[in-house]
């Protein structure tokens, strides 16, 4: 049970690894995403061990012991005798770590992200193996020792390096602090990883799971049932044959799980698929409500500096020529103090806003265009694409755009 | 123990497993339901605090802008005025009526100069225009507030028709009352339609 266990979970975190389109910094959502990129921090953590700046690290220490246990066995005659065997093992004395808040940094921006609660998958930084003799044996481990120690103790230290690539699969919620979204823990999240292997790598960890596990299904029935046999006496080859009906059932178990697991991630590739088709639709809105709200900010600002500046013209203009009092050289200094053209900085944050806006779409469609080329994958695969039928995953056109939209557009200022 | 009362144990117990199967599935969903109820209401509740928030911000520019020109509009009366009596002075300096008026005039120029310097030290630049671009950092933040509630409510939506329609809720879902839910959706398309910027 235990290993078909493990199998359908590694093939479905590797169904949903393979599934989940890869979104950019700023263009997460909220949800469950994956996002590539480096851990950056401003205030980096100093490892315990191997003293890297790093946004994570967990170290342990463990002492080797070995001792000569002795026992008495009774033999099937009645006569007792003593007999001794060694044993030996690790154990760890001390353990610790720390994980900082971070930010996940990639091309188009960054994302907040809060470990706490994440499966880590850091990169070894110190591996050592030392005798009392080393400084590190009493300065980084702890006073005393296990008993029947051999003296022997090996440091080790895993940590997520300050600028290392990481892989990261969590939900995203919405930040407390501003308006921006940020990578945490939360109970119904599938998963919540951050790893320092490559989607390739931690995709390919878990295919191996799925073919030592799954193989361990097909063969621990069999090599149960074979055993037994052989405990009632020596076996002919004939005797062994219900060994192979033991592998056949497993394999139909394997088969109904694989059914099971496969259907279900195609039915969450359908509704993926259609979250990020609203995903689109979301940006779309917000174009359309925002940006003809703020048009009409800065038409109004240019209106009003336009307004102001005439009035100070004439200001400027008279003040000069007026001998009338005192205040007229404070109506110039007033004027003076004027920067001209202040609605210069409306029309550059509606320019930014403009870009900006455009951006999220533009990410919000590479997200649902991703989602669906996965899911025509796994529509056209074999065999699955007829489970994928099953789950009413149907093959879907990509978003392309036509005609004139892909013409190089020409720049027109004397309009 | 005879066949019949193991053939009924097992059925028993078949029984049990799928009740409390169901019951599970059942209470999943219900909570899953809830979730995305509760989404839409924070959507509501954004959409609620941009209706509020941004007349109320509009308005505030608005009055920031008016106070700028009128007071600018105030200082230049003033000078006209002031200019205008002066003139009337110099043509006839004797006239003690006309050096009164040059003298009043001098005050109201003062005065309003006055209120012109109080405006540019409350704003040391005079800024409605700071306001504008204030007002346009939360027109932006107020609809990426909405963009986000809208995609959590999409997420907890997807959630639950996932959750309704995998193996073996499937089974189940309908039959227990649990319908699909809908994403959000542009209800009008021209609103998908790039909004052109015209000046």
Known sequence: ?415 | MSELMIGLLVAGGAVVVVALLVISIYNGLIGKRNDYKNAFAKVDVQLKRRYDLIPNLVESVKGAMAHERQTLDAVIQARNTAFAVSQKAAENPGDPEAMRKVGEAEAVLRGSMGRLFALAEAYPNLKANENMLQLQGELGETENRIAFARQDFNDKVTTYNTSREVFPAIAFAGMLGFGPASLFEIDNPEERQAVKVKF
Not at chain 1, 311 to 336: D, H, K
């Open chain 1, 1 to 415: 049970m235990l290993p078909l266990w493990f199998w359908s979970r590694a093939l479905r975190l590797r169904r949903l690894i393979q599934d989940l389109p890869t979104s950019k910094a700023r263009g997460v959502f909220i949800g469950l995403v994956e996002l590539k990129g480096t851990a950056e921090i401003e205030e980096p953590l100093t490892s315990y061990l191997a003293e890297t700046a790093c946004v994570q690290f967990g170290w342990s220490v463990s002492e080797e012991w070995r001792r000569v246990v002795t026992y008495t066995v009774t033999d099937k005659d009645g006569n007792s005798r003593t007999e001794t065997r060694v044993e030996s093992g690790w154990t760890t004395v001390a353990s610790g770590g720390l994980a900082s808040p971070f930010h996940l940094v990639d091309d188009t921006g960054s994302i907040l992200v809060r470990p706490e609660g994440a499966t880590i998958e850091g990169r070894s930084v110190f591996s050592e193996t030392v005798t009392a003799f080393s400084d590190l044996y009493y300065g980084k481990g702890p006073p005393g020792g296990v008993v029947d120690s051999t003296g022997r103790r090996m440091f080790t230290e895993s940590a997520v390096p300050l600028h290392a690539p990481v892989f990261v699969v969590g939900k995203a919620r919405q930040r407390e602090d501003v308006v921006a979204a940020e990578i945490a823990a939360d109970p119904s999240a599938p998963m919540f990883l951050i790893s320092t292997r490559s989607e390739e790598q931690v995709a390919g960890g878990h295919g191996w799971t799925i073919w030592l596990t799954g193989l361990l299904v097909l063969a621990l029935p069999a090599g149960g049932w074979a055993i037994d046999r052989n405990q009632m006496g020596p076996a002919d080859w004939p005797d062994l044959l219900p060994a192979g009906w033991f592998s056949l059932g497993a394999s139909g178990v394997l088969l109904v799980a694989w059914l099971w697991q496969v259907f279900n991630s195609m039915t969450d590739l359908r509704n993926r698929v259609r979250q990020a088709s609203s995903l689109v639709d979301i940006q779309l809105k917000r174009r359309n409500d925002l940006i003809p709200e703020l048009v009409r900010v800065v038409e109004a600002a240019r209106a009003h500096e336009a307004g102001a500046q005439q009035a100070l013209a004439a200001l400027r203009a008279n003040a000069a020529a007026e001998q009338l009092t005192g205040l007229s050289g404070g109506i110039m200094g007033m004027a003076e103090a004027y920067p001209d053209l202040k609605a210069n900085g409306n029309f550059l944050s509606l320019q930014k806003e403009l870009a900006d806006t455009e951006q999220r779409i533009a990410m919000a469609r590479d997200y649902l265009n991703d989602a669906i080329t996965n899911a025509n994958t796994r529509a056209e695969r074999f065999p699955e694409g007829w489970v994928a039928s099953l789950a009413g995953l149907r093959r879907l056109p990509l978003l392309v755009t036509e005609g004139i939209e892909r013409q190089p557009v020409q720049v027109n200022l004397a309009r």
